[in-house]
């Protein structure tokens, strides 16, 4: 089945060690996101890829980066983890909306990575 | 400018009893609405979509959400709710001009027994 894969599933780090997240897609879609939820809240978009295009959200911290060498991955980098950076991190995939017809694609998740700081 | 208001942050039902989760949106272009759920530790799950079609949608699970355009409302419904229901749900908009999608801050179902 074509779908969106993070590993891990669970992340410890040290506060201030860099750590980095993976996420792999099957599905051959353009776009790829990282979210970050905190607990009981909704998910908060980081930023986004179209193909190689980087899309920042304003307010991202800059201790979040992230790279896609290709379609299927995308990395997302955090250079020095504070306490307030534990959180689901979430990737999704979409198709193009400037490609295809509006309102024919949604969302596909993958199934996050906890990132626990010490 | 686009966004998306979920009504009640909490619902309670009983097993059995219709499910109601409210949303309102705001979209200056033609939007498409979502509605995604999460179980604890979950990724999200999409459950239907409307996309212009028709404005009665249904979705996986019995779930269905009817688009009033003249109300900005994409409520989701239940007939009779089950156990295996209770989780958060995310009601999500976007406009149809870019790759963004904007999230309501979710409603947690929970199924009394």
């Known amino acids: 089945d074509a779908m969106v894969i993070q590993n891990p599933r669970y992340q410890v780090t040290q506060f201030g060690k860099p750590v980095t997240l993976s996420c792999s897609q099957t599905?051959?879609?353009?776009?790829m996101y990282w979210y970050q939820q905190k607990s009981s809240q909704a998910p908060k978009l980081l930023f986004h890829?179209?193909?190689?295009?980087?899309?920042n959200e304003a307010d991202t911290p800059d201790n979040f980066q992230s790279r896609r060498p290709n379609t299927s991955f995308c990395f997302l980098d955090i250079r020095s983890p504070g306490l307030g950076d534990a959180a689901m991190y979430l990737c999704?995939?979409?198709?193009?909306?400037?490609?295809?017809?509006?309102?024919?694609?949604?969302?596909?998740f993958g199934p996050g990575t906890r990132l626990t700081v010490t | 400018a686009q966004s998306v208001t979920q009504l009640d942050s909490h619902v309670s039902v009983s097993e059995g009893t219709p499910v109601l989760l409210r949303c309102n949106y705001s979209?200056?272009?033609?939007?498409?609405l979502f509605w995604y759920v999460q179980h604890p530790n979950k990724g999200l799950q999409l459950l239907l979509k409307?996309?212009?079609?028709?404005?009665l949608v249904k979705g996986i699970n019995g779930f269905e959400a009817e688009f009033k355009k003249s109300e900005t409302s994409f409520h989701l419904t239940k007939p009779s709710a089950h156990m295996s229901d209770a989780a958060e749900y995310f009601c999500?908009?976007?406009?149809?001009?870019?790759?963004?999608?904007?999230f309501g801050t979710g409603t947690s179902l929970t199924v009394i027994p």
């Open positions: 599905l051959n879609h353009n776009v």
């Open positions: 999500v908009v976007t406009p149809n001009t870019g790759n963004q999608f904007y």
């Open positions: 979209s200056s272009y033609s939007p498409s």
């Open positions: 890829y179209y193909d190689k295009d980087f899309n």
């Open positions: 409307y996309t212009s079609a028709a404005t």
């Open positions: 999704a995939t979409s198709r193009d909306i400037r490609i295809e017809y509006p309102g024919t694609y949604e969302q596909y």
